[in-house]
């Protein structure tokens, strides 16, 4: 059942063709066995109480799809009972009193909350180590990395320690990871599963949660149980019917590349990814080669603008009191900073660029289905790097500039789906962005899932869990 779709293990509970505890004893089984190599998995509740509670569902009516499922929650989200530390030493040991809003939602479709995925501290820079829990690593080479800031929930779900998974993404932290451990990630269209009501909800609009899995149609049902309205925050958007089922015929799609020359890449990333629209041209879709419809150096310039002045205004405290500052990152606190130096005519500018770019990107999808981008333009790197430091010679100028191909879409708010497109000479994974209009989240599945069908990638197991899970 380990390797079963989240759609088949819901299905046969639901059936009574398998009992909630049978499933907890297998996924207990496998992070015992596999987590020690991965450490994606933390925060692990009492295995005992796991089983009593479990065994509880077993003859009750069945609340919702996820009834009766493990669930390891992103450790960005708090759940209640059970330890949630952001990755962050100030809080190794904070339980949380209350759920935040997705486990609220995973727990009303009877997930069974039993431990967290890692993440980096604060959720910051695609690469999960903290000084809590240490480096995830990569289950197809564990001496790489499995992306972030959603790495424990893709290596969970590569190394079959999860069969669906939350996952949130700024900077394509649904994204880089599903790309790094051949999942796929889903950032949905911003506002379509809504934020918690803390803090400010106006301004906040460039991070959002969605959901990761092995296929596409767990992928949907998952992102059916996190959306639909929050009354509490502003911009609601109400939720789409999601019929995955289309063929590619007559698909428009525009291939964007490395825009232009903007993103460096690694050697063998965009080959990569031309082979996969080729493929999707066998199967109907027209593909077109793309000039940049912007220029990356504004989107990027916005991006860190707005992205500072966001992390100064939540987590102004962590740089200017000493005792917190000296358990923070750098990399939190340089963001931080750069926030706290910017004027008001500075964010406004970047508003503007972003504004404009919107616009752009909403006439370019008069003419495309969608657009196309590499998820990362890095293969998995070594664990023990902090961060890129260059990509093909060029230098990176910042501890997330590596990753700046996540940007368009994140910046406007658009669905992304991150598709995993095969491998490198080294068996390192990769994967492609599908990017879509805003509000075309069925758009955009429904090309995932045309090419699910048609090439099934994460049914490659890592060598980890080769032939140890059968169906």
């Not at 599963?193 to 959901?211: F, H, I, K, M, N």
């Not at 959306?227 to 609601?236: H, K, M, Q, R, T």
């Given at each position: 059942m380990l390797d079963w779709s989240a759609t088949e293990l819901s299905a046969a509970i639901h059936a009574r063709k398998l009992a909630p505890s049978e499933v907890m004893a297998a996924w207990l089984a496998q992070v015992a066995t596999v987590n020690p190599s991965v450490n994606a998995v933390v925060s692990l509740r009492d295995p005992d109480l796991l089983m009593a509670e479990a065994r509880s569902l077993d003859d009750r009516t069945p609340a919702g799809w996820l009834h009766g499922i493990p669930f390891a929650v992103k450790d960005l989200v708090a759940t209640q009972g059970l330890r949630t530390t952001w990755g962050a030493p100030l809080h190794r040991d904070h339980v949380p009193a209350k759920d935040d809003l997705v486990a609220a939602r995973l727990r009303a479709s009877g997930a069974v909350i039993a431990a967290k995925t890692n993440v980096p501290e604060w959720g910051q820079g695609s690469h999960s180590f903290n000084p809590v829990f240490g480096v995830t690593r990569n289950p197809y080479d564990l001496e790489r990395s499995a992306g972030g800031s959603s790495g424990g929930a893709a290596a969970a779900l590569a190394a079959r320690m999860a069969w669906v998974a939350d996952g949130s993404d700024m900077m394509g932290s649904l994204r880089n990871p599903a790309a790094f451990c051949n999942v796929y990630g889903f950032r949905p269209t911003w506002?379509?599963?809504?934020?918690?009501?803390?803090?400010?909800?106006?301004?906040?609009?460039?991070?959002?949660?969605?959901?990761?899995?092995?296929?596409?149609?767990?992928?949907?049902?998952?992102?059916?149980?996190?959306?639909?309205?929050?009354?509490?925050?502003?911009?609601?958007?109400?939720?789409?019917a999601l019929a995955l089922d289309r063929d590619l015929s007559g698909c428009r799609i525009g291939w964007l590349g490395d825009w232009g020359g903007a993103y460096a890449m690694e050697p063998g990333i965009l080959a990569l990814c031309e082979a996969a629209l080729r493929q999707m041209e066998e199967m109907g879709a027209v593909v077109e080669p793309l000039p940049p419809p912007f220029p990356a150096e504004k989107l990027w310039s916005a991006w860190v603008t707005l992205r500072a002045m966001l992390n100064a205004g939540g987590k102004r405290a962590l740089a200017e009191d000493p005792a917190r500052r000296a358990l923070t990152k750098p990399e939190t606190i340089w963001e931080i900073e750069q926030g706290m130096g910017l004027s008001a005519q500075a964010v406004y500018e970047a508003s503007v660029i972003r504004s404009r770019w919107h616009a752009h990107a909403a006439r370019l999808f008069q003419r495309y289905d969608a657009v196309v981008l590499p998820s990362a333009q890095v293969w998995p790197f070594p664990a023990d790097w902090r961060w890129p430091q260059e990509i093909a010679g060029r230098k990176m100028d910042t501890y997330h500039r590596w990753m700046e191909v996540v940007v368009p879409a994140s910046l406007i708010g658009l669905p992304a789906l991150s598709v995993p497109v095969g491998f490198s000479d080294m068996g390192l994974p990769m994967g492609m962005q599908i990017i879509g209009r805003s509000g075309d989240d069925a758009g955009v599945l429904g090309i995932g899932q045309a090419w699910h069908r048609a090439t099934d990638w994460p049914g490659r197991r890592p060598p980890l869990v080769a032939g140890a899970v059968s169906r």
């Open positions: 506002g379509l599963v809504p934020q918690d009501a803390e803090g400010d909800t106006y301004l906040a609009t460039l991070s959002t949660e969605g959901p990761m899995a092995r296929t596409i149609e767990d992928l949907a049902q998952l992102l059916l149980v996190l959306a639909g309205e929050n009354p509490e925050v502003p911009f609601p958007r109400a939720v789409p």
